[in-house]
């Protein structure tokens, strides 16, 4: 088992990774104070390791509940939100009462949303069964739901007790999904590490594969950068916005389409090449690398040209992302591997890569 | 007019208390960054102050829009929260946008928690209008809405840039919300500091008729009183819970009628009485005292007598109050004017309470 601490002052937590962690109550013990646990989970994870986490918790004495949500994007909402409240409150959960997230990103991110608003604030556990999740959901605190204008349009910043990352998990996640998690690997070597992006070229198909070694170095190092990357700036006041690169033309893509029609993953993989495109338009990136990234999207199964919505479509939902301020769009932009540069970008470069990228 | 600083850090703010402020744009001006301003208010004070706030907010060149919902506890839940989403979202909204609170605790609870969630996190600004928010929910930084299980069990702890306290808006309040705001200003005054229960006393008479001056006093010493607890422990780890006497049996009252029936005051007002009762029967407080609380509790027109909700179902509600641990209700009672003992009691005597102060 490997370690990651993110460094958070009175709010850091530890980043368990390893094989076979579900199981482990010593995991779990330090982490929970109160009297009761409400495991929160989803169809498709239940069956598989909701017992494990259970038999895990037993010999804690703890009351322990489950609720178990609707699987998938789709179902970040309110109303799935407030089924957890509901059972909270049904199951007289207390200010003590610590929430556990098992499943992907979108269980983490409501369930640590759940937390941060119930009674106030309550601990919570994140225990991510998908790379996804693993690689990116679990480290920085961000929390919500989705808004039928914008994605994670409500929600808060709120650390976790810990991070419990079972690299065996991986093992029943499907291709698609796991390519999905591969997609955010990606993003951290090109933004932040230029070594590991070399390592990721070299190594994509023994991730594609699910090799637990390749998976947990690809999740340590992952961790590693976004956890020194939050740490420097937990409430995305700057640095921590390069974090989005890929997510600008990403989250077009998935609000235009509907959420959960692509993977938020896939979205990343086609948004990093749309913004590496603009980057070289913009004169900042060569073509070169450019190329190389297109390449290791591909290879790790990921989309490379994004869905017909129509260039203007494209714009108008950029408009309304978060990062952007009075309309205009910060567009996150590479500079070579390992070096970003934040800033808005002409509306000609804009449209050429709409018209380039994007299927006609 | 006064200023009241309460002192949180970097999340310190200012409380300005005085006649007429709602018009005075150099009030507003430090504390709007962004480009935009959205003033959430209620059906209620929009026709009475919404144009006066806007007049003040004109020479500032934001752009500025007014969401106005429905007025009344009954629509402090997500509903009513999505409609200030919708508008936040529809109006493009970003990062830098500040909400201002423009209303009651009811407007203050949701707008604070909108503000709170909404990309998670933008500025905002409370304008309390009545009484009661002025003394209460405009000090500590506590948002959110209500659960049909459970009152406030949905929220955040989020602090606003500023608070304006127009004194002259209490002129327009009616009578029964006035008194509700009395409630709040004799709550502080019987847990933190004798000689300001002893002004209550002397002038509650002058309260009930809405004179500006000893209006002011009341807020101001109320708002000190609160903001040096709110300073001590933010989050409600301790000392803070002292500011609930008469809330654990008021919010029985609340939830039991339905939200709405009573106003919140209204039911504080009821509780303290109540929480005075079981002190008394726990050799707390002695009889004379709790003599004067009732005394002073009816001349502003406060009910005293609890409704006929049944003993079992006060109890029932109390243990999924917020402040109840794994089912033990946590009392916050009084040991004399000026000092409180929080801790449990016997089931004998908090039955003995409910007979004696609840309405057969």
Redesign the interface.
């Given at each position: 088992m490997i370690t990651v601490n993110v460094e958070l002052g009175d709010r850091a937590y530890p980043i368990h990774i390893g094989s076979d962690l579900i199981g482990q109550t010593a995991l779990f013990a330090p982490h929970i104070a109160?009297?009761?646990v409400t495991i929160v989970t989803n169809t498709v994870v239940e069956p598989l390791y909701g017992e494990k986490l259970r038999a895990a918790l037993a010999p804690l004495g703890k009351d322990v509940h489950t609720v178990v949500l609707p699987d998938g994007e789709a179902f970040k909402n309110?109303e799935t939100l407030?089924q957890i409240?509901?059972a909270l409150?049904?199951s007289?959960a207390?200010?003590?009462t610590t929430l556990i997230a098992l499943g992907g990103g979108v269980t983490g991110d409501m369930t640590g949303f759940a937390a941060?608003?119930?009674?106030?604030?309550v601990p919570f556990i994140q225990v991510p069964t998908t790379l996804l999740s693993q690689v990116d959901s679990s480290v920085g605190g961000?929390t919500?739901i989705n808004?039928p204008?914008?994605k994670?349009?409500?929600?808060?910043?709120y650390q976790p007790q810990a991070v419990i990352a079972d690299i065996a998990a991986l093992r029943t996640l499907p291709a698609r999904e796991l390519a999905a998690g591969v997609a955010e690997v990606i993003k951290t070597g090109a933004i932040a590490d230029a070594e590991f992006f070399n390592w990721i070229e070299a190594n994509v198909e023994r991730l594609n594969r699910c090799e637990p070694e390749a998976l947990a170095h690809a999740v340590k190092r992952s961790c590693e950068i976004k956890a020194s990357v939050v740490a420097a700036d937990e409430?995305?006041g700057g640095l921590r916005a390069i974090l989005n690169f890929g997510h600008t033309f990403g989250h077009a893509i998935e609000a235009g389409l509907g959420y959960g029609e692509w993977l938020h993953g896939e979205a990343v993989g086609c948004g990093m090449v749309m913004a590496a495109d603009l980057s070289v338009r913009m004169g900042m990136l060569d073509e070169a690398s450019r190329e190389r990234l297109v390449r290791v999207v591909k290879a790790a199964h990921l989309p490379d040209v994004g869905p017909a919505l129509g260039a203007d479509r494209y714009v108008e939902l950029m408009?309304?992302d978060?990062k952007?301020?009075?309309?205009a769009i910060k567009f996150i932009l590479l500079k070579r591997f390992g070096e970003t540069h934040i800033g808005l970008a002409p509306d000609e470069a804009v449209q050429a890569t709409l018209a380039a990228t994007v299927k006609s």
């Open positions: 109160g009297k009761s309110w407030n409240f509901d409150l049904t007289r207390d200010r003590k941060a608003c119930y009674m106030r604030g961000k919500g808004h204008f914008g994670n349009m409500i929600g808060a910043f409430r995305e408009q309304v978060k952007a301020e009075g309309g």
